[in-house]
């Protein structure tokens, strides 16, 4: 069981909004740091796609949004499309562990 | 560009140990750290530890502790991971990845080597 709580699978249909919640405790996203998301898709490396809970890297579209509020983040996508199904994952750190941490990930399914 | 090449697949026996590499190039290397990233197949993505590219400080995960070293080689902009004492469910796919601190985002990725432990 993750410290930061990811429901395992989400779907939607093209063109829908779908959000991914990760929940964490007062010890991480709570305590105030910062939650970062990436997207990995089938078969390749984990790439960056929200940091510093909503700012995009450049070349990430702005269909990809996150927030943040009290001990949960939010990572939402608009318009899905099919190149979107992929592995998401929460990251941030935890001051009991003195260390960081992936949420579990969250299978995205375009249906 | 940004990139980090890592080494090829390996295939070791159970007790054994692997090094990955890890080779850095298109930003000054001795200004960011490296940290390695498990997944073994079909599972999430676990942190092992960092390493600081400027003075080769290493921080490991509690989980980690005691069979894996991390160093780096600033003559040539590689990062390292050895894992020692390996076990069959060590066989994982091992990243690494540029982070300006131990607890920052990891905003360039390697693509992965295939550690495979088997008797």
């Known amino acids: 069981q993750s410290v930061l709580t990811q429901p395992p699978s989400v779907s939607g249909a093209p063109g829908q909004r779908v959000a991914i919640s990760c929940t964490g405790s007062?010890?991480?996203?709570?305590?105030?740091?910062?939650v970062h998301w990436y997207q990995q898709l089938p078969g390749t490396a984990p790439k960056l796609l929200i940091y510093?809970?909503?700012n995009r890297p450049s070349g990430v579209p702005d269909r990809f949004s996150g927030s943040k509020s009290g001990a949960s983040a939010s990572l939402a996508i608009t318009g899905l499309q099919a190149e979107d199904e992929a592995d998401y994952y929460c990251?941030?750190?935890?001051?009991?562990?003195?260390?960081?941490?992936f949420g579990g990930g969250t299978k995205l399914t375009v249906l | 560009q940004v990139q980090l090449v890592q080494s090829g697949a390996e295939v070791k026996r159970p007790g054994a140990s692997v090094k990955v590499s890890c080779k850095a190039s298109?930003?000054?290397?001795?200004?960011?750290?490296i940290s390695w990233v498990r997944q073994a197949p079909g599972q999430g993505l676990e942190w092992m530890g960092w390493?600081?590219?400027?003075?080769?400080?290493?921080k490991y995960a509690q989980k980690a502790q005691g069979r894996v070293t991390m160093t780096t080689d600033s003559s040539t902009n590689t990062a390292y991971m050895e894992l020692r004492s390996l076990r069959s469910d060590d066989t994982a796919v091992f990243y690494c990845?540029?982070?300006?601190?131990?607890?920052?985002?990891?905003?360039?990725w390697g693509q992965g080597t295939l550690v495979t432990v088997s008797s």
């Open positions: 007062s010890s991480n996203i709570g305590a105030g740091y910062d």
């Open positions: 390493v600081s590219g400027y003075n080769g400080n290493a």
């Open positions: 990251q941030s750190y935890d001051n009991r562990l003195s260390d960081s941490l």
């Open positions: 510093a809970n909503s």
């Open positions: 298109g930003y000054t290397f001795t200004s960011y750290g």
């Open positions: 990845a540029r982070r300006y601190t131990a607890y920052a985002q990891a905003d360039y």
